[in-house]
């Protein structure tokens, strides 16, 4: 049995909305149809399990447009609506089509959010899940007990193959565990995948050669078309490269699944697009259960955003979402690595470490907060090392600085909510 | 150069949320940076062409929650920004990623909406498109100068596969020039889609042999596999099939680029999941937008609904989607079929065929429009081809029903709102 629960608003009757939900979604249309049997509802018919209701909102999320709109307060609840596994199989497109997808276009409600998905133990094992998840990923930074600590080449568009080189020359002196291409660059004529792979692996492989440590590089591989990016996929793997950004929403679950079967790379998702899913409360989806698509598909490290972060996610939700991604869903190597990143410098460290459960198993990225630190990107990095340091041992800031020079430098630049 | 149009909405300042869009999805960030140099951003700088005001919105779309919501009045405007060929290339996900994914997650605007989309000549030719469209489902069907009349197996979920068939027999036999089974049917436990096409299709091939007319069949083939869809692909392919459902959605970009490489058969396309992405007038995307990725991917027949729907999408929506798809991207081969369903019966023939330009160029579905039929599905089809004879000539339907007694029954049936 597969139970999702939706929020659902209406100005009309609630329980007649959550009926409605499950015929429509599974064997009814809005007539009675004389195949719609007692013995074939009993199998593959979804059933609404509980109504949980919750105070009116004062408005519709979907404002009434026309002559007759009213805008009025709209009831609301959590409903769990439970689908057999014969209805739907293992298939995720299945999944999403019967289970997400149709609700949305339902008539009579004025606001829908998917709020939970729990999978049956018929899942376990019928998804190929991340390939190296959190414990690969550290294998093959060789970082252990402190976050990974990672940065962006920046700026994300137009730098060509030789200048990001140097850039990335600077980062890996700089002693960072992780760089990546920014989401937006992929293979652009301006600097094609080859070149850049050509022009940029060799400082890795070199910096290796010399001290032993492997600079983690996702290079973007993202495209439209499956067969391109492997291509992509494999020009990185042949020059030795190990990891990979990769546009989830751009690519979509063809995408993802058709890569993840032949990949070696670790899969560094960004979920670009995927706020237009969530931002609006009333409607969409809920982190939680959307997250479980991709991490069943195969993503090893899950961009999330961070606290303080320059986009429009409120800290709550990055909390939440660092929350899901970490939670098994039928064991902890479905788990991905979270990524903290966007306008993060290390002064949110203390905060990140305190509401995410004391870990240090995340990626923590800094663009800005590591390359405009005003001694360089190598001051930096052990600025960010050092924020950690402290947040671990639960030594403020300010008081650690006093010792660590970096940190002190950071926190004048950075201090004042000039992040990066 | 790529231009979109944005339809932006903000308590703050237009201007300046029109230029972070800009700065934010090519080169910039939120700080200066050293690399981003005045030749850099000549080459890949998006920049803003345009700013058309519009009347302030009396609240955001979306709400502000927190202790200092204020939920008061905002600005909104129509923007359009012109990407670079050389920030984005040709490759959809990068179009996607770049001049759409990123911009919902933008901080500071309380609504976005992506209203147009104009591509550059250099996309022509650079994606595959519709292998089939119009002309190729008229050849197929051979249906001309009037709509191809289609259906659909219901209930949607649950039936067996002899169940399946004794249905289509019965379709068949009454005249139908396509039949499909419902988006929400894969390939379930209970009905494996080798089992449904060995069921369905020597019914279909027995009809065409005595007949001529072989009925085309659109096969639920989606999977979040490519490899699995490509054998569902094949299984109809191999039995004398020559269409196939595909949930785009639940597929995405790269389950349809790969499928459509190698596809024989023609690809109707269920958007299941879209509304979502639309429904909410301030947020999200227009139709005219979003389909033109699906028809370079090669959508070769649309779903979009229909006039008086069993979906909330109002009948001008409806209307704009179907001036969508039939309005050329660079030639009319990019055009997809439009496909008009839900609820409909043949009473929204001459309003749907008065609001498109007075075409026949269409798919019409009916499901219980044509199986709930009072005098059997054979007359069901024959109301609906009456009706459309009626709308072209101009005929109101009740004259037009005196002489044409299944139109006269179907108005019984139907007329009162309860259509199919």
Known sequence: MIVLTYCIETPGNIEALAAKIASDQSTGTFVALAGETEELK????ARVLAIRHLPDADRPSVPETGPEARNGPVKRADVDIAFPLDAIGTDLSALMTIAIGGTFSIKGLSGIRVVDMRLPEEYRG???GPQFGVTGSRRLTAVADRPIIGTIVKPALGLRPPETAAMVQELIAAGVDFIKDDEKL????YSPLSERVRAIMPLILDHEQKTGKKVMYAFGISHADPDEMMRNHDLVANAGGNCAVVNINSIGFGGMAYLRKRSSLVLHAHRNGWDILTRHPGLGMDFKVWQQFWRLLGVDQFQINGIASKYWEPDWSFVESFKAVTTPIFSPADCALPVAGS???GGQ???????TGRTVDLLYLCGGGIVSHPDGPGAGVRAVQQAWQAAVQDIPLADYALSHVE???SIEKFGGGEAA
């Not at 009993?42 to 018919?45: K, L, S």
């Not at 992929?186 to 004529?189: D, E, F, K, L, Q």
């Not at 203390?350 to 509401?355: G, L, N, S």
């Open 42 to 45: 009993a199998r593959v018919a």
């Open 186 to 189: 992929m293979s652009p004529a």
């Open 126 to 128: 019928a998804h190929p």
């Open 407 to 409: 940190l002190a430098r």
């Open 349 to 355: 460290a203390p905060e990140t470490f305190r509401r």
């Open 343 to 345: 306008g993060q410098w």
